[in-house]
C-alpha cells in the first residue's frame, strides 16, 4: 500500500444519506482533475461501489496468491468485497471476521501509486470504523448527512467518535439538500437552517449542500458515473469546490503536521 497518499474515510450515522454515492463522485471528481485515486468499498455488508462503476461481477485477481490486484474503472483502482464474493448471499459475519476481511482489502490489495485513497465506510459507529481509523493512518473523514435532525443526531455519535478515535473530521456534506424544479426554483423539502446549527455548534465545516438530482440516481444504478459525471454540470461544480476545499484543507493539516516535528532551538 502506497503509505504517501491522502487517505480520506466518507462517514455517516446511519444508512441511506448517500454515503457511497458522494465517496464515488469524490473519486471521479479527484481523477478527473489529474490525480491518481483508489476507492475502497469498506461497506462488507452492502457493497455498491462495483455496480456504481458498471463492473458487478467482477473478480479480483492474485499474481502471487497472497495479495489483490484492484479492479480498475476509468482509471481508478477500486477494491470491495463485492469482488471478491460476486454472488448475492447475505454477508453473515462478526464483528472480527468483518474487520479482518476491511484489513486484508485495505492492505493486501496492491494500490497503486495512488495520490488519494478514498475509503466507502458502512454507516454507523461499529467494528468497520474502529478498524480503519486505528490501521489506516486516516488524513481525515468526511461525515454525510441529510437535512433532517433524525439524521443529524446519528451523525453527532460519528463525529464524537471519530474526535475521540483523534481522526482529523475535514467537513460536513450535506446531501439530498434541495432540488429545482424547470422553473429554476430550489425547493428544500427536507428543511433549511439544521446543518448550519450543526456545523457552528460543533465547530466542524459545511463544505456543501448537495441537490436531489433522479439523473444521478439512474447514472449510478447504470454504472455510468463516470461517463456522465459532466453532464451534470451542477453536480460537477460542486464536487469541484469539494476537491479544492479538501486539497486546501489536506494541505493545511500537513503544514501543521510539519511545524510540529521542527525541533526548537534554545540559547
Not at 469498506?42 to 485477481?61: E, K, L
Not at 454507516?123 to 468526511?142: E, F, H, M, R, V
Not at 455519535?157 to 471519530?162: D, E, G
Request: hydrophobic share 35%; aromatic share 8%.
Amino acid at each position: 500500500m502506497n503509505t504517501n497518499a491522502e487517505i480520506i474515510a466518507v462517514a455517516s450515522g446511519k444508512g441511506g444519506v448517500g454515503k457511497s454515492t458522494v465517496s464515488s463522485n469524490l473519486a471521479i471528481a479527484l481523477s478527473k482533475s489529474g490525480s491518481r485515486v483508489g476507492l475502497l468499498d469498506a461497506d462488507i455488508y452492502g457493497p455498491s461501489i462495483p455496480r456504481m462503476f458498471g463492473v458487478s461481477g467482477q473478480s479480483v485477481t492474485s499474481n502471487d496468491g497472497k495479495s489483490f490486484e484492484p479492479i480498475e474503472s476509468n482509471g481508478i483502482q477500486l477494491m470491495s468485497i463485492g469482488f471478491v464474493q460476486t454472488n448475492n448471499d447475505a454477508m453473515i459475519w462478526r464483528g472480527p471476521m468483518l474487520s479482518q476481511a476491511i484489513n486484508q482489502l485495505l492492505f493486501q490489495t496492491n494500490w497503486n501509486d495512488l495520490d488519494y485513497l478514498i475509503i466507502d465506510l458502512p454507516p454507523g459507529t461499529g467494528d468497520a470504523q474502529l478498524t480503519i481509523s486505528q490501521k489506516a493512518n486516516l488524513t481525515g473523514t468526511i461525515l454525510v448527512t441529510t437535512p433532517q435532525n433524525i439524521s443529524l443526531i446519528d451523525v453527532e455519535k460519528s463525529l464524537i467518535a471519530f474526535r475521540k478515535l483523534d481522526i482529523e473530521v475535514l467537513g460536513l456534506i450535506e446531501n439530498m439538500s434541495y432540488f429545482t424544479d424547470d422553473s429554476g426554483k430550489d425547493h428544500y423539502i427536507f428543511g433549511t437552517g439544521n446543518i448550519e446549527d450543526f456545523s457552528e455548534k460543533h465547530g466542524v465545516e459545511l463544505i456543501s449542500n448537495l441537490p436531489i438530482l433522479p439523473d444521478l440516481a439512474k447514472y449510478s444504478d447504470d454504472g455510468r458515473l463516470f461517463d456522465e459525471f459532466e453532464k451534470l454540470p451542477i453536480l460537477s461544480e460542486k464536487y469541484q469546490h469539494i476537491t479544492d476545499y479538501l486539497r486546501a484543507r489536506i494541505s493545511d493539516i500537513d503544514k501543521t503536521d510539519s511545524l510540529e516535528t521542527i525541533p526548537v532551538v534554545t540559547e
